[in-house]
């Protein structure tokens, strides 16, 4: 361990949970956050400044005036050229500890990469926004045992729990055995969210990254967490495994073997995603066919955005796609296949 190694991550090696050995651990650590909104932009933040290894940012969307509020990785300046989260992430991580490999990955994950994606770290964290994309990242977290520490935040409520593959309950344990109160029905688009209870939550899973990474499984809570910062009602809870889980015991791995949802309805806007297949799109030559046509036509290097009233249209270099406006996929289809191609 070098001076420089060991002054920079001092007050955290003097933590008698983690110590000399537990820093060594978590600077040969590989991690992966899937999303990187308010949660994962605040725990990734914390992962990076913690001294990590590795940590691999992956998320689909760009940064919107919105997001400022809450997500604590981007400024006026990311909006304003609305850079990709995963990219305007990594950018700042890098300026924040640059002896952590940083790696944004712009992309929406589901079961064709998958593999890709999530492959080749020793933890995953959930930063993402729907449940869709959690069961996915369960399914392949029991299906490879790897660790994942599942966290969300809604309104003042967040809920937070450590998945460790056949030792604790998975997240198809909790959700598909008509569990209560986790508070699922809603979204940030429907009764906002708080700054202060993502960041909270991104705290609990970071600490609990730390003793993951740092090799102390023996501290972890074991608690499924929720916590209102509104009310102040904490919560902490030890569930059960459920002995016919379709994940963690039959190995039916419903999310990781099915076929991807072609649309997504977005948190936080009046939006769907449309993304049928990956296809390279060249952003400048379609820049050039919709001027005539569209308003507000802007691009950058990962993404060009134009406007035809009432909807707001992303294109990803990808062939990826984000209208807004519409809650209707069929709208969102017809209007990828006129202005973008089929
Ligand atoms: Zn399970």
Redesign the pocket.
């Known amino acids: 361990m070098n001076n420089s190694f060991q002054e920079k991550y001092s007050r955290q090696i003097l933590f008698a949970g983690i110590g000399p050995q537990g820093q060594e651990k978590i600077h040969a650590s590989r991690a992966a956050i899937v999303g990187c909104g308010a949660v994962g932009a605040a725990a990734a933040n914390l992962l990076v400044r913690a001294g990590v290894g590795y940590l691999r940012v992956i998320d689909r969307d760009f940064v919107e005036p919105s997001n400022l509020q809450r997500q604590t990785l981007f400024d006026e300046a990311d909006a304003t050229q609305a850079l990709p989260k995963a990219i305007a992430a990594e950018r700042k991580l890098r300026s924040i500890n640059s002896s952590v490999s940083v790696e944004g990955i712009v992309a929406d994950l589901n079961p064709r990469n998958a593999e890709e994606l999530l492959g080749g770290v020793h933890l995953l964290l959930d930063g993402s926004d729907n449940f869709e994309t959690r069961l996915l990242l369960n399914d392949f977290a029991v299906k490879s045992g790897k660790p994942w520490i599942y966290a969300a935040g809604v309104a003042s409520y967040g809920v937070t729990m450590t998945i460790r593959p056949g030792i604790t309950?998975?997240l198809?344990?909790l959700l598909e055995t008509g569990n209560a109160g986790l508070g699922l029905e809603e979204t940030c688009d429907t009764v906002g969210v708080l700054g202060p209870v993502v960041n909270l939550v991104a705290s609990l899973e970071a600490a609990e990254a730390l003793k993951l990474l740092a090799g102390r499984e023996d501290a972890l809570h074991g608690r499924l967490i929720s916590c209102d910062v509104w009310s102040g009602h904490m919560q902490s809870v030890r569930p059960a495994?459920?002995p016919v889980?379709r994940?963690?015991?039959r190995h039916e791995f419903t999310y990781l073997e099915g076929e991807s949802q072609p649309h997504i309805t977005m948190c936080g806007r009046d939006s769907v995603q449309i993304h049928e297949r990956s296809r390279a799109i060249d952003l400048a030559a379609l820049k050039a066919r919709l001027a005539p046509v569209a308003a507000e036509v802007r691009q950058n290097d990962f993404l060009l955005r134009f406007r035809i009233a009432p909807y707001d249209m992303t294109v990803f270099a990808d062939g990826r796609a984000i209208f807004k406006g519409t809650k209707d996929p069929s709208v969102a289809r017809s209007l990828y296949a006129r202005y973008i191609g089929a």
């Open positions: 309950p998975c198809a344990c495994r459920n889980c994940a963690c015991a």
